[in-house]
């Protein structure tokens, strides 16, 4: 394989940015790598389109079985591919999850960064060509926040197992860049959503749910604090600002943020209202889903981004909203359709 040739290394492919940033990149004629852990069903669903085109594309689309924990597949996987750029997207991403799982959050999502920088580190020194490296660094890493809103400059103050992680990994990153010159950049980005979002996270969670309340599939909704405020944006507007920044020739840190906050209650009213229906009449409390320590309040400043990489997102608020929408009252369609045809539709339940 040619050193010059564009070859991607995207760590968390199957998640819900990875399968945005692969389709980006393929379509900016890279040869992407993907990599995939090994679990007893197959979990690729949000990038099964992408290998269905797969044989009328230039240039292909290969995923690897390797793990985040296991360090050593990872150093062998780098001399194999030999990327020209390495986005580290897998972790594990619940910030609620991360309060029961702490050191499995911390083995992947923090130690699991240091593995990889640690594969790239020895093959750059082997081969002698620099490999950039994209970290997915996180809002979650401000926590109890302690400027209003949150830039480059804001000291983090973490408020979960996995705003502690992610903040290692942040933080190993940049030691990488000083120590050995590594050309590593994170993306702090904030929260962003999409109709592939997983199920769990929020948003997905109302916009899902409204969707079977509307077809008379579920009955109520139970959430957790809806006073908490995010930054919400489209992942697929995200994924560009990724790539952008292993397009600079100096790496960097930039915020990525759509530089507004709505409340979880604010979600839920437009996604209802959407519907013709009052949210508060489906929504109910429930206590499991409040957290140890909670982030009240996310809003980003991406000036910077804006300024140096001419970046800005091109979804907004009402039109995610819409977006997610219209996308779960399809899903909850096709469910109402195998309902009424007598087949179970695998929901999982939440
Ligand atoms: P996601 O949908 O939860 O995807 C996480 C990915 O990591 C999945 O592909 C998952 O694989 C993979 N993964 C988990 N554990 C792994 C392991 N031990 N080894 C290898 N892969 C593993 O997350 P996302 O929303 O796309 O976010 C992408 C990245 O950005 C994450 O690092 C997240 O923490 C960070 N981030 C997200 C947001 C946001 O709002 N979405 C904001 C800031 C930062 P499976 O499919 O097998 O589970
Ligand atoms: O929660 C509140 C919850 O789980 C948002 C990850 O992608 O973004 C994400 O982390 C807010 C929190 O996202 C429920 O308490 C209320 O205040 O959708 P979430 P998150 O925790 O902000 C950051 C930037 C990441 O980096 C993470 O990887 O909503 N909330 N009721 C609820 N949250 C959930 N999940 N479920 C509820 O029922």
């Not at 968390?12 to 990149?25: M, N």
């Not at 020194?125 to 109890?144: L, N, P, T, W």
């Given at each position: 394989?040619?050193?010059?040739?564009?070859?991607?290394?995207v760590?968390?492919?199957?998640?819900?940015?990875?399968?945005?940033?692969?389709?980006?990149?393929?379509?900016?004629?890279?040869?992407v790598?993907?990599?995939?852990?090994?679990?007893?069903t197959?979990?690729?669903?949000?990038?099964?389109?992408?290998y269905?085109?797969i044989?009328?594309?230039?240039?292909?689309l290969?995923?690897?079985?390797?793990?985040?924990?296991?360090?050593?597949?990872?150093?062998?996987?780098?001399?194999?591919?030999r990327?020209?750029?390495?986005?580290n997207?897998?972790?594990?991403?619940?910030?609620?999850?991360?309060?029961?799982?702490?050191?499995?959050?911390?083995?992947?999502?923090a130690?699991?960064t240091?593995?990889?920088?640690?594969a790239?580190r020895?093959?750059?020194?082997?081969?002698?060509?620099?490999?950039r490296f994209y970290?997915?660094?996180s809002?979650?890493m401000y926590?109890?926040?302690?400027?209003?809103?949150?830039?480059?400059?804001?000291p983090?103050y973490?408020?979960?197992?996995y705003?502690?992680?992610?903040l290692?990994?942040?933080?190993?990153?940049?030691?990488?860049?000083?120590?050995?010159?590594?050309?590593g950049?994170?993306?702090?980005?904030?929260?962003?959503?999409?109709?592939?979002?997983?199920?769990?996270?929020?948003?997905?969670?109302?916009?899902?749910a409204?969707?079977?309340?509307?077809?008379?599939?579920?009955?109520?909704?139970?959430?957790?604090n809806?006073?908490?405020?995010?930054?919400?944006?489209?992942?697929?507007?995200?994924?560009?600002?990724?790539?952008?920044?292993?397009?600079?020739?100096?790496?960097?840190?930039?915020?990525?943020?759509?530089?507004?906050?709505?409340?979880?209650?604010?979600?839920?009213?437009k996604v209802?209202?959407?519907?013709?229906?009052?949210?508060?009449?489906?929504?109910?409390?429930?206590?499991?889903?409040f957290?140890?320590?909670?982030?009240?309040?996310?809003?980003?400043?991406?000036q910077?981004?804006?300024?140096?990489?001419?970046?800005?997102?091109?979804?907004?608020?009402?039109?995610?909203?819409?977006?997610?929408v219209?996308?779960?009252?399809?899903?909850?369609?096709?469910e109402?359709?195998?309902l009424?045809?007598?087949?179970?539709?695998?929901?999982?339940?939440?």
């Amino acid at each position: 394989m040619s050193i010059n040739a564009k070859r991607a290394l995207v760590t968390g492919i199957t998640g819900q940015d990875g399968s945005y940033l692969a389709e980006f990149l393929l379509d900016r004629g890279y040869e992407v790598h993907g990599l995939v852990r090994r679990s007893s069903t197959f979990g690729t669903q949000r990038i099964e389109h992408l290998y269905r085109d797969i044989h009328e594309m230039e240039r292909p689309l290969v995923l690897h079985h390797g793990d985040m924990a296991d360090g050593n597949g990872l150093a062998r996987l780098i001399r194999e591919i030999r990327p020209t750029e390495v986005y580290n997207l897998a972790a594990q991403s619940h910030v609620r999850v991360s309060f029961d799982q702490p050191a499995y959050t911390a083995d992947v999502t923090a130690v699991g960064t240091l593995r990889l920088l640690e594969a790239i580190r020895d093959f750059q020194d082997a081969v002698g060509y620099q490999i950039r490296f994209y970290q997915a660094s996180s809002s979650e890493m401000y926590g109890k926040v302690l400027e209003t809103p949150q830039s480059e400059s804001t000291p983090f103050y973490p408020r979960s197992p996995y705003g502690v992680a992610k903040l290692y990994a942040h933080w190993i990153t940049i030691n990488y860049r000083e120590s050995y010159g590594i050309h590593g950049s994170c993306g702090i980005l904030f929260n962003h959503e999409s109709p592939r979002r997983g199920e769990t996270f929020v948003t997905r969670k109302i916009t899902r749910a409204a969707a079977r309340i509307k077809l008379g599939l579920q009955k109520k909704l139970y959430l957790g604090n809806l006073d908490a405020k995010r930054d919400w944006g489209f992942a697929g507007d995200y994924v560009e600002a990724m790539w952008l920044m292993l397009q600079q020739d100096e790496p960097d840190d930039y915020v990525i943020s759509t530089d507004e906050t709505h409340s979880v209650r604010e979600f839920s009213e437009k996604v209802f209202g959407r519907l013709g229906l009052n949210y508060s009449d489906f929504i109910e409390i429930d206590p499991r889903y409040f957290r140890p320590a909670e982030v009240e309040l996310l809003l980003g400043n991406s000036q910077k981004a804006r300024k140096k990489l001419a970046w800005q997102p091109r979804v907004s608020f009402d039109g995610l909203v819409d977006l997610m929408v219209d996308s779960d009252l399809a899903l909850a369609r096709k469910e109402q359709v195998l309902l009424a045809a007598g087949h179970e539709t695998g929901l999982p339940n939440r």
